[in-house]
């Protein structure tokens, strides 16, 4: 996921159903001052809505997440469905966000920049990772792990295969030539040819 997408997950099936095991992008956390007054739910980039599968120990994290941290319900405009018409205020919900600060209030990613930095410096990893590395680790793993190009954009939730291949196109293994096949075949009917009734008959 992307980071809006993961600040913007909700406890609720909208955005996680354990018992069908997927996990539904349908939103994302943004924030705009002057249009909403502050963060609101917007639809995920454009052409990422979709479903993805919802791996089962991840699944086990979340409900552990929420026993402990129980989502806190912010007041949010939500514009998933459509920016609203001129003059018109947006719908507000009630919307259990699964991550918030230490006071409940939802996460601007300029905080969330300060907070990854020191989780990754508490765990010693590279200066120059950041959550968008996440995601393209994801997508390495699945295709060394030998997953078909369009499973790959599924779960990235790419608008078009072109963009997965783009981006990936070095990590795919090389497969071996197949060297030989129009010469091979024009040699076998060539063969046959020369048999003449010999070969027909021996059908």
Known sequence: MRLGEALGLEDSTRCIDPDRQELHVVQQLRFHKVAYGGFYLAPPKAGSVGDVDLDDHV???????????????????DITAGTPDPGKDPKRRMVPLLFTDDQGRPIH?????????????AAGWPDEGTF???????????????????????????????????TYVHWWPKKDRRRNIISGALRDASAKRKQGPKALDSR
């Open 59 to 77: 699944a086990a994290v979340f409900a552990q997440h929420v026993r402990s941290y129980p989502p806190a319900l912010v007041e949010l405009p």
């Open 109 to 121: 990613d300029q905080r969330w920049s300060q907070m990854w930095r020191t989780w990754c410096k």
């Open 132 to 166: 968008h590395s996440l995601r393209h680790y994801f997508a390495t793993r699945l295709i060394t792990s030998g997953a078909d190009p369009t499973d790959v954009q599924n779960a990235l939730r790419h608008s078009s295969l072109r963009i997965t291949l783009e």
